[in-house]
């Protein structure tokens, strides 16, 4: 069936640190893909998106580069900071139909001084 | 401030008891969700609703029912609360059904079933 699968948190960093958070899915046709983060406490708030092979979302120093030959969406950031700690969910929306969204189970990141 | 808007933020049921989660929207979005949220698991489809007067089933409908009141209003009742319900609840909207637009999440409620 269609999935997401996220590496296992926590990830725990220094300030300045570079991230990775591994994102690869399984799905028929051609997705959408997201990336939403959760601060604590608060919903979800949607990061970045691509919306087909090859393109790459960015926002606030985040990028996600969309690889429809390994079926994958890691999520990137040069140098984090504190206020990055938070849960990050990778997400897909199927090709055609409703706009309904499939999630990763999150991992969560937590930066430090 | 524009955005979704969730009631009550906490809620603690005895086992067989019901309740309606409320859900509001002001940003004239076309399509609502709920999604419940369990450690380990990410967020689970309920319900949703495509349009105004429409509803359907998600991932995990069992022991839920939800309510398109009008545009703005998305409620999700559990008629007999039981232990795995336990959760999360986050309700969504989006502007369009079909679509690339991303979701605007409200705050939570969470529910504890004992």
């Known amino acids: 069936g269609n999935s997401v699968t996220q590496m296992e948190g926590p990830v725990t960093l220094s300030e300045e640190a570079f991230l990775t958070i591994n994102c690869t899915y399984t799905a028929t046709g051609y997705p959408s893909l997201f990336w939403y983060v959760q601060y604590p406490g608060e919903g979800l708030q949607l990061l970045l998106k691509a919306t087909k092979a090859d393109d790459k979302g960015s926002n606030k120093g985040f990028e996600a580069t969309y690889r429809k030959e390994t079926t994958s969406f890691h999520l990137e950031k040069g140098s984090v900071q504190v206020s990055d700690s938070a849960v990050y969910f990778c997400a897909l929306r199927l090709s055609g139909g409703y706009n309904k969204l499939i999630f990763g189970a999150g991992t969560r990141l937590a930066v430090h001084p | 401030n524009a955005g979704v808007t969730q009631t009550p933020k906490f809620q603690v049921l005895k086992t067989g008891q019901s309740m309606t989660l409320q859900c509001a929207q002001d940003?004239?979005?076309?399509?609502m969700y709920w999604y419940r949220q369990d450690p380990g698991m990410g967020l689970r489809l309920i319900y949703y609703?495509?349009?105004?007067?429409?509803?359907d089933k998600g991932e995990v409908p069992n022991g839920y029912n939800v309510s398109r009141l009008n545009k703005r209003e998305f409620s999700l009742r559990l008629e007999s609360a039981a232990p795995s319900q336990t959760s999360v609840y986050f309700c969504a909207s989006s502007e369009l059904a079909v679509s690339n637009y991303g979701y605007t999440f409200g705050s939570g409620t969470r529910l504890t079933v004992v």
């Open positions: 940003m004239n979005h076309n399509s």
């Open positions: 609703s495509a349009s105004e007067g429409t509803t």
